[in-house]
């Protein structure tokens, strides 16, 4: 399995922008693909985003399209999560994940490591 550690969460005011990084070890970061989920407090873990091992396919939930961006820099180990226009309910413990490289999935099943998450609270 590979190693994650997410930083960057914290406060925010609505409207408001904030990224996420997810730094990798341990394996070849190319052999995965990279997903970000979420948790609310009371709530199930939720699929945010994903990317393929390249970054040429992406996927979104459809709450976060238009706002959120997943990226990915293989020779630094490091996936990305650029999030704009923040709202309260976008609150949540933020994960990210690696799987399968052959597919960019939205089951949380599909993901064999996760990081231990980070914090990110939308204030309106």
């Known amino acids: 399995q590979v190693q994650l550690v997410e930083s960057g969460g914290g406060l925010v005011q609505a409207g408001g922008s904030l990224r996420l990084s997810c730094a990798a070890s341990?394996?070849?970061?190319?052999?995965?693909?990279m997903g970000w989920f979420r948790q609310a407090p009371g709530k199930e873990r939720e699929f945010v985003t994903a990317?393929?091992?390249?970054?040429?396919?992406?996927r979104y939930t459809d709450s976060v399209k238009g706002r959120f961006t997943i990226s990915r820099d293989n020779a630094k180990n490091v996936a990305y999560l650029q999030m704009n226009s923040l709202k309260p309910e976008d609150t949540a413990v933020y994960y990210c994940?690696?799987?399968?490289?052959?597919?960019?999935?939205?089951?949380?099943?599909?993901?064999?490591?996760w990081g231990q998450g980070t914090q990110v609270t939308v204030s309106s």
């Open positions: 994940a690696a799987g399968d490289r052959s597919t960019v999935s939205s089951d949380y099943h599909r993901y064999d490591s």
């Open positions: 990317i393929s091992w390249s970054g040429l396919t992406t």
């Open positions: 341990g394996r070849t970061f190319s052999n995965y693909a």
